[in-house]
């Protein structure tokens, strides 16, 4: 990445720069997209599981699976497109963050640039384990919504408007998962200071409460809870980290403090 004096880079060179990190993450999402095209079948009878059993179905040669359905003459097609985009999206998501990363930490110094590494393997196992979370409730959360269907009526699921909402789960919960990657990363090329992230400490417990709130497809509290304090634990030992390394780095350059 080229840049002018003071490490401002002109604005053709951000397009430029932005142009070349949006095709990295799309070839990337792209490759990951033909592997859940050719696991198409393998993918959809994991995200129904919840609901039924489609390989059994499948295998018994039975024309319904549970409440599950696919309408219109273009419906499969669509929903294996919409199941291998998605799944590029899912799996290349340590890629294109780190292409996002990459863009928006700009000018960096030698040194800081180093520092980057950490993002590059840490955000995998983070988005990773979120998305497993994500993807663990599943079950508990369609059982419970289900519950909601009055007596006497058949809750009929479109595939489309299921996968939709089992897949933005798992997005969400995965990219929640990168915040603390995201503060580290920021604080080891210091742009922000230990003190800057846990001081509004209250608003952050808050905002991510009422993120688990919105986001949870359960309405009970405990399934809340489990979901809010890990993310509030892993913000706070983000802000204890960067704590500590404010205090090494201060005690290297005290001219900074």
């Not at 999402?29 to 995200?47: E, T």
């Not at 007596?151 to 489309?160: G, P, Y």
């Not at 489990?226 to 780095?249: M, S, T, W």
């Amino acid at each position: 990445m080229t840049t002018s004096s003071g490490g401002r880079m002109p604005l053709l060179d951000h397009l430029r720069e932005l142009r070349k990190r949006i095709m990295r993450s799309a070839i990337a999402i792209s490759l990951f997209a033909i592997l859940g095209w050719y696991f198409y079948n393998d993918i959809i009878v994991q995200l129904a599981s919840p609901v039924c059993d489609l390989r059994a179905a499948q295998e018994q040669g039975q024309q319904y699976c549970g409440s599950l359905y696919i309408s219109g003459v273009l419906g499969p097609l669509n929903l294996q497109i919409k199941v291998a985009l998605l799944t590029g999206i899912i799996m290349a998501a340590p890629i294109w963050l780190f292409q996002l990363w990459s863009f928006i930490a700009p000018g960096l110094h030698k040194k800081e640039k180093r520092n980057s590494i950490f993002f590059a393997l840490a955000a995998t196992p983070f988005f990773a384990v979120g998305a497993y979370l994500g993807y663990a409730i599943l079950p508990t959360a369609v059982k419970v919504l289900f519950g909601f269907t009055p007596e006497a009526l058949t809750n009929l699921v479109k595939f489309d408007d299921y996968l939709d909402f089992v897949l933005r789960i798992i997005l969400i919960f995965g990219l929640a998962f990168e915040l603390p990657v995201f503060l580290i990363s920021f604080n080891l090329i210091g742009f922000l200071r230990g003190s800057t992230i846990l001081r509004p400490w209250r608003i952050w417990v808050f905002s991510i409460v009422l993120f688990t709130a919105a986001f949870t497809p359960t309405p009970d509290p405990l399934t809340m809870a489990l979901l809010a304090l890990p993310l509030i634990a892993l913000y706070l030992a983000a802000g204890v980290f960067a704590l500590l390394n404010d205090k090494r780095r201060d005690r290297k350059n005290p001219d900074r403090v």
